[in-house]
């Protein structure tokens, strides 16, 4: 069957470290990948788009990778804050896939303790 | 100032009674979506639209309805078949490879 999971519902850490978010698929082929924010009773907004043919990419203290024969993408926060405490989702949009459908994983939830 | 409108923020329903929900977007997007969110869960696409005057069904389109006769507008309505419905629903735009989303309402059936 095919599954997108984000292996954990939460993660806490102490500011100022590096916080890593895992998620995983299966059965997909992927064309990319997303990584959304939600803040509490608010929509996503969207952060990173990272493509199959793509390793890394950056912006700001973001930074994901994307491991195609691993099924895997890691999304990283750098010298994190308070502020970035959140509910993180994966997104995978597969080949094939109507325009613009993307297929979300259940989210982990950063917690940043000052 | 573009983005994606949702109404109402919150929503009282009684068992039976069919409601809809609002999404009004000025992006010029032709695509547009429908989520359900429950608590712990991620988000299940109930319905989406590429185009004006055409919609497909998602993952757990039973017991909702939609339309989309105009490019703006995409509502979406809970019928009294939908038999779990309160939820956060969350209506999207597609601009390219990414989504942008409103800001929600939350359904609550009483």
């Known amino acids: 069957s095919q599954k997108i999971e984000q292996n954990s519902e939460a993660l806490n850490i102490q500011e100022g470290k590096t916080a890593t978010l895992t998620c995983n698929y299966t059965n997909y082929s992927p064309a990319y990948l997303q990584w959304y924010r939600q803040d509490p009773g608010r929509g996503p907004v969207f952060l990173l788009l990272i493509r199959e043919n793509e390793k890394e990419k950056r912006k700001e203290r973001l930074k994901v990778t994307f491991d195609t024969t691993l099924k895997q993408s890691l999304f990283h926060i750098t010298a994190s804050q308070p502020a970035d405490s959140a509910t993180y989702l994966c997104a995978l949009r597969t080949r094939g896939g109507s325009q613009g459908n993307l297929i979300f994983g259940k989210g982990t939830k950063l917690s940043v303790k000052p | 100032d573009g983005g994606i409108t949702q109404s109402p923020k919150y929503l009282f329903r009684k068992e039976g009674q069919n409601v809809t929900l609002s999404c009004e977007q000025n992006l010029n997007h032709d695509a547009m979506y429908w989520y359900r969110q429950d608590p712990g869960q991620g988000l299940r696409l109930i319905y989406y639209?590429?185009?004006?005057?055409?919609?497909q069904k998602g993952d757990i389109a039973e017991g909702y309805s939609v339309s989309r006769e105009k490019k703006e507008s995409f509502p979406l309505t809970v019928t009294s078949a939908q038999k779990n419905p309160t939820a956060f629903y969350l209506c999207a735009t597609a601009g390219g490879d990414t989504q942008y989303f409103g800001p929600g309402t939350r359904l609550t059936v009483l």
């Open positions: 639209s590429q185009i004006v005057n055409d919609f």
